[in-house]
C-alpha cells in the first residue's frame, strides 16, 4: 500500500538517543586532549548557531568551517543521535549512516592492528578530508567481520613510497588490500556546476514571471556543451501555449505545475527545510532520487528553525539527469585511472584486492552504464607486478528519505570485478559494508530503493 506523502512532523517522541552513534564518537576521539577537542566543537557550534541567526536574515552564510571537517561531522553525527537541535538535514542524513555503523563494528575494530591509531589520523591528519580515513574503517571492519583471523592497518612511511592500507590473514590466505573513496571527480565537479548553470536561467524566469514550475529533464549530451538558456527557451515555449513536454537531440523534458494542493496544507502545521527531498516530494508529487536538483524561491523562514520554511509563495525546482554516453565514458575513465594509482601501491608478494567506495548523491540515473563501462576499462586493465585480482565497487547510497519514520536510512550494493584471467577466490564475495548478510547480486540501479 502507497503510503501518503501527507504525513506531519510530530514533535513529541525526539529525546531518543541512538547508543551506537554516540559509542562510535566516543571511540574516535578518546585519543584525543578533552580541552582541546572540546575547543574544536565549540567553535564548529558558534560558527553554526552565527549562521543560523544570520539565515533568519536571508544571508546564507557558510554553516561550517571547512578547515575542520571532520569535528563538524563528529557535531552533526550527535546531532543525530542525541541533540536534535544541531541537526541540519541536508549534511546529517549522509553522516548518520556512517557513525553509527563504526559504532557497530566497534568489537572488530578493537581486534583490529593499527585500527585507533587510524582513528587519530583521521582527528588530526585528516582534518579536511576525513571520508577516506572513515571508509578504511568500514572495509577493515568488513574484513574482520566475515571471518578474517587477523586484519592489520600497514603503518606509512613518512617520505617513503606509498603503501597499500590493510593486510588481512586467515590461515594460508594471505592479501593486500587498499582503498580509494571516490570523491567527486574533476568532471563529476563541473558537471554539477553546469547543472546549477542550466538551472539558474529557469529561476530567474520564474523569479521575473511570477511564476512556481517544476522542470525534470534528462540530457542526451554533456551538460557542458548545452546552451545556457536552452531550459527557459524551452519553458517560454511551454508558456507560449505548446505541449509541456520536450524531446529533442539534446534531452528530454517536461514543464509542470508545482503540486500546490499537497504542499501547502503540509506548511499550513509543519515546517519543511526547503529544498529537502521531502519538500521535493511534495512540490513534485513524488521525489526522484537518481536526479540533481535545483530549488529556488520565495519563503520566510520558521524562527525555531531557520534553515526551514514556515510558507513558501513562489519556487521553482530544476531535476536533472545525464545519460550522456560521453560524460559515462569521462567517470569510467576516472575509475581506471583511480584503480592504477592503487594498483601500484599494493605489494607483489600476495594477491591483492582495491575497494573503490562509491558514495552516490544524486545524478546517479546512469550508474548502470557506469558500471558497464567499468568492467569494459578493467577487461584490458595490466596489474603488472602488483599482483592485483579482484576489484570491488562498494556503492553506497544514503538516502533523502522521505519517510515519517527513518533519518539514517542508506541503500548499498557490491559490484565485483574481475582483474586478468587468475583463478583466485575474492576474499570476502557478496559482502556489504553496512547491512548484514549476503549482498544482492548487480548493482543497486537494478533494484527498487
Not at 571537517?69 to 546529517?92: I, S, T
Not at 594498483?343 to 573503490?356: A, K, M, N, T
Not at 538516502?399 to 583466485?424: C, D, F, I, Q, W
Request: one cysteine or more; charged letters at 30%.
Amino acid at each position: 500500500m502507497d503510503r501518503s506523502p501527507l504525513w506531519i512532523a510530530q514533535r513529541h517522541g525526539q529525546d531518543w538517543r541512538d547508543e551506537e552513534t554516540l559509542a562510535a564518537i566516543d571511540w574516535l576521539t578518546k585519543s584525543q586532549d578533552p580541552r582541546s577537542w572540546q575547543m574544536r566543537i565549540e567553535n564548529v557550534r558558534d560558527t553554526f548557531y552565527d549562521a543560523r541567526r544570520r539565515w533568519l536574515d536571508g544571508d546564507r552564510v557558510p554553516l561550517f568551517d571547512p578547515r575542520d571537517l571532520v569535528a563538524w561531522y563528529v557535531f552533526q553525527a550527535n546531532a543525530y543521535a542525541a541533540d536534535r537541535r544541531d541537526w541540519y538535514e541536508p549534511e546529517a542524513f549522509r553522516l548518520a549512516p556512517v557513525f553509527q555503523r563504526i559504532g557497530q563494528l566497534l568489537p572488530e575494530l578493537s581486534d583490529i592492528v593499527g585500527a585507533q591509531e587510524r582513528a587519530e589520523r583521521i582527528l588530526i591528519d585528516g582534518r579536511r578530508q576525513p571520508d577516506d580515513g572513515i571508509y578504511e574503517l568500514l572495509v577493515a571492519g568488513a574484513y574482520r567481520r566475515n571471518g578474517w583471523d587477523k586484519v592489520e592497518f600497514v603503518p606509512e612511511e613518512k617520505g617513503g613510497r606509498k603503501t597499500n592500507d590493510l593486510f588481512a590473514a586467515s590461515g594460508r590466505r594471505r592479501w593486500a588490500i587498499e582503498c580509494k573513496r571516490v570523491g567527486p571527480s574533476d568532471y563529476g565537479r563541473r558537471e554539477r556546476d553546469d547543472g546549477l548553470r542550466l538551472s539558474a536561467p529557469v529561476h530567474a524566469l520564474s523569479a521575473e514571471l511570477r511564476k512556481s514550475w517544476i522542470v525534470s529533464v534528462d540530457f542526451r549530451i554533456e551538460l557542458s556543451e548545452v546552451p545556457e538558456e536552452y531550459l527557459r527557451q524551452r519553458i517560454e515555449e511551454r508558456a507560449n501555449g505548446t505541449s509541456c513536454s520536450w524531446d529533442d537531440e539534446i534531452a528530454q523534458g517536461e514543464v509542470c505545475e508545482v503540486a500546490w494542493h499537497n504542499l501547502q496544507p503540509v506548511l499550513a502545521r509543519d515546517d519543511l527545510y526547503f529544498g529537502s527531498s521531502r519538500m521535493i516530494e511534495l512540490a513534485a508529487g513524488h521525489f526522484p532520487s537518481r536526479a540533481d536538483h535545483s530549488m529556488e524561491g520565495d519563503w520566510v523562514s520558521s524562527v525555531e528553525r531557520p534553515f526551514h520554511a514556515h510558507n513558501v509563495t513562489r519556487l521553482s525546482l530544476v531535476s536533472w539527469i545525464s545519460s550522456s554516453s560521453e560524460a559515462v565514458r569521462r567517470k569510467a575513465k576516472h575509475f581506471r585511472g583511480m584503480v592504477g594509482q592503487a594498483s601500484e601501491q599494493l605489494p607483489g608478494d600476495r594477491p591483492g584486492v582495491v575497494h573503490v567506495g562509491y558514495e552516490l548523491i544524486g545524478g546517479n540515473g546512469a550508474d548502470a552504464l557506469r558500471d558497464m563501462s567499468n568492467r569494459f576499462e578493467l577487461m584490458t586493465f595490466d596489474p603488472s607486478n602488483s599482483r592485483l585480482r579482484w576489484v570491488y565497487g562498494n556503492y553506497m547510497v544514503p538516502e533523502h528519505t522521505t519517510h515519517p519514520m527513518e533519518s539514517a536510512a542508506l541503500t548499498e550494493t557490491t559490484a565485483v570485478y574481475k582483474v586478468g584471467r587468475s583463478n583466485t577466490p575474492d576474499p570476502i564475495p557478496q559482502h556489504f559494508l553496512f547491512s548484514e548478510g549476503s549482498a544482492r547480486p548487480g548493482g543497486y540501479w537494478m533494484h527498487q530503493i
